[in-house]
């Protein structure tokens, strides 16, 4: 079996997906983007397509190495985007040449369902006690929301009792019936971060997300060593050299590397597995579309350590635009109970792509989505 070729698709809400094909008529899935920079991981996997065509998609970890080695230039959120998607399409090969889901091929089942969250609110919430109850009434008991709008890096007293204030609306309307993870989105200093932790710790929050950037991860063990509160991070981590020094330092409890930016199913069973010999959990970052969804699911159902995926379905970068399983055929297959979902059944990743329904938003594609930039009223520039 041979490469003959590739096609990529950008789709709304910001997803763009990559179809390689083969001499023998199996395509793979895969989905390759950084959001707000869908052009430019479409021109490096056109840029590293020549080291594609004509080569055996099973081999899949040469195939890997040469894209990450061959180039002499390695790591970044665009290239490791790129071959995350095309990672991804020949593990959907592997499995459908095979007839088995990917998860069989690294190893099997080591759970029978996964447990799932759901996103509430936006970048300024206002409407969380709303969206979880309607998710609430899905079966979801599992949330994440923004921790904090925009903040200076010393911020005032009444900007601390905003953020206490939402969070204590919710506990106070929900109590322990629900679970829920707070994202600081890297937009809090290490000083703020450390105020607002000790601040939120009586609400025992599941986990903190990335409280700080991680340019300061060295303060993840500073600030993991003054709460119960586990540490999240590792959406804007790109390999395993990245996680090896954050495993290093210490301080995170969960690890959320992103299989459309961290070298795809190849790259994130190893730091899934680095994780855990450092007895940290892993949770994979997923605001993306059904492949993202589907790999990191294959990586979820094989490791131990795994405790809970984020997905897209009802997320607020959604609205208006298109949802996870419109591009799908076998939604049944997407359906979860009680906040769990089973493991996709089919052969590849399990997702069956609408080809058409593809074809068709590609071409009315004119979201070119692109974070906020968020200004201080100093005029300064904030962390979205």
């Known amino acids: 079996m041979k490469i003959t070729g590739i096609r990529l698709y950008k789709v709304a809400?910001?997803?763009?997906?990559?179809?390689?094909?083969?001499?023998?008529?199996?395509?793979?899935?895969?989905?390759?983007?950084?959001?707000?920079?869908?052009?430019t991981v479409q021109a490096a996997v056109k840029e590293l397509s020549p080291y594609?065509?004509?080569?055996?998609?099973?081999?899949?970890?040469?195939?890997?190495?040469?894209?990450?080695?061959?180039?002499?230039?390695?790591?970044?959120?665009?290239l490791m985007s790129a071959i995350s998607g095309i990672d991804q399409a020949l593990w959907d090969i592997k499995g459908k040449v095979m007839n088995q889901?990917?998860?069989?091929?690294?190893?099997?089942?080591?759970?029978?369902?996964?447990?799932?969250y759901n996103w509430v609110g936006g970048d300024n919430p206002s409407d969380e006690v709303d969206d979880i109850k309607l998710y609430k009434e899905k079966g979801f008991d599992t949330f994440k929301l923004n921790g904090t709008g925009?903040?200076?890096?010393?911020?005032?007293?009444?900007?601390?009792?905003?953020?206490?204030?939402?969070?204590?609306?919710?506990?106070?309307?929900?109590?322990?019936?629900?679970?829920?993870?707070?994202?600081?989105?890297?937009?809090?200093?290490?000083?703020?971060?450390?105020?607002?932790?000790?601040?939120?710790?009586?609400?025992?929050?599941?986990?903190i997300e990335e409280p700080v950037l991680h340019d300061y991860s060295e303060n993840y063990a500073r600030l993991a060593a003054k709460t119960s509160?586990?540490?999240?991070?590792?959406?804007?981590?790109?390999s395993r050299y990245d996680f090896k020094r954050i495993f290093e330092q210490g301080g995170l409890g969960i690890v959320q590397p992103d299989l459309s930016h961290a070298g795809?199913?190849?790259?994130?069973?190893?730091?899934a597995s680095m994780a855990e010999a450092y007895d940290v959990a892993l949770a994979p970052h997923c605001p993306l579309g059904p492949v993202a969804l589907a790999a990191c699911l294959a990586i979820d159902f094989v490791s131990p350590n795994?405790?809970?995926?984020?997905?897209?379905?009802?997320?607020?970068?959604?609205?208006?635009?298109?949802?996870?399983i419109d591009y799908v055929k076998n939604k049944e297959d997407f359906e979860y109970i009680d906040g769990y979902i089973k493991p996709l059944p089919k052969p590849g990743l399990g997702v069956v792509i609408d080809e058409e329904a593809v074809i068709e938003a590609d071409k009315k594609f004119d979201v070119d989505w692109k974070n906020p930039i968020w200004r201080h009223e100093d005029g300064s520039f904030a962390e979205w």
């Open 150 to 207: 925009k903040l200076k890096m010393i911020d005032s007293n009444r900007a601390i009792d905003q953020v206490i204030s939402r969070i204590d609306t919710i506990r106070a309307a929900f109590g322990n019936t629900i679970d829920f993870g707070l994202d600081f989105h890297g937009r809090v200093s290490t000083p703020m971060a450390s105020v607002l932790i000790k601040e939120l710790e009586p609400y025992r929050p599941l986990f």
């Open 264 to 271: 795809g199913i190849t790259e994130c069973l190893k730091i």
């Open 52 to 78: 594609l065509i004509g080569k055996d998609p099973s081999r899949i970890n040469d195939i890997w190495n040469v894209l990450y080695r061959g180039g002499f230039y390695r790591g970044g959120g665009i």
């Open 101 to 116: 889901p990917v998860y069989e091929l690294l190893g099997g089942l080591c759970r029978d369902k996964m447990k799932l």
């Open 229 to 238: 509160i586990p540490i999240a991070a590792g959406e804007r981590m790109f």
């Open 13 to 39: 809400p910001r997803w763009q997906f990559l179809a390689i094909d083969t001499d023998e008529g199996i395509t793979g899935w895969g989905e390759p983007v950084l959001e707000g920079r869908v052009d």
């Open 306 to 324: 795994a405790i809970i995926q984020e997905q897209s379905m009802g997320i607020h970068y959604n609205k208006g635009t298109a949802e996870l």
